[in-house]
């Protein structure tokens, strides 16, 4: 296969994987979201999303990336935070979690390489894919952390005291 044409069966490989796995994704059902697996725990080394921001500066990049989570029917545009109210935050901390399932799909998509073309081939498609979909994960990882901390803290305050308004929600009459 020539260099051109390889370059297109790729791409569209790619373009095809990345949509067909997050429709996929998007089917799951939303109560296999709300709460974090293996892969999807943050570590302590996360620090409520502040080692990203300031290893990574993930703040300052992070919103000229696109945003694909309101493509499907059903699926939630991730880029700002519409309500806070309780319920609409865990949503939006399950929406990152299928978010970031889906890039981890596509970085292993990358290795599917290896059983199809030239081991050198493979390698840059894999390189391709940890390159271009890491920063997704990173991203959904430092904004899940940043969630639950104001959903752990406005838990915590409610607790203590009943009496006190959920910060989580907005005051009446703003």
């Known amino acids: 296969m020539s260099a051109g044409v390889s370059v297109l069966v790729f791409s569209a490989a790619w373009a095809g994987f990345g949509f067909a796995s997050g429709w996929l994704v998007n089917q799951v059902p939303l109560r296999w979201l709300d709460h974090d697996g293996r892969l999807t725990r943050l570590r302590a080394f996360e620090e409520r999303g502040r080692w990203y921001d300031r290893n990574l500066r993930v703040r300052w990049w992070k919103d000229r990336v ?48 290896a059983a199809w073309t030239e081991p050198l081939v493979a390698a840059v498609m894999v390189v391709f894919g940890v390159v271009t979909h890491l920063p997704f ?32 929600q907005p005051a009446v009459g703003s």
């Open 137 to 168: 994960v990173i991203i959904q990882r430092y904004n899940r952390a940043r969630l639950l901390y104001v959903l752990t803290t406005a838990s915590r305050r409610a607790q203590s005291d009943p009496a006190q308004p959920d910060p989580a």
């Open 66 to 113: 696109p945003e694909a989570g309101g493509w499907f029917r059903g699926g939630v545009a991730k880029d700002r935070i519409r309500s806070f109210r309780t319920e609409d935050l865990e949503r939006l901390t399950a929406e990152t979690r299928r978010a970031e399932w889906v890039h981890w799909a596509n970085v292993g998509f990358g290795f599917t390489f």
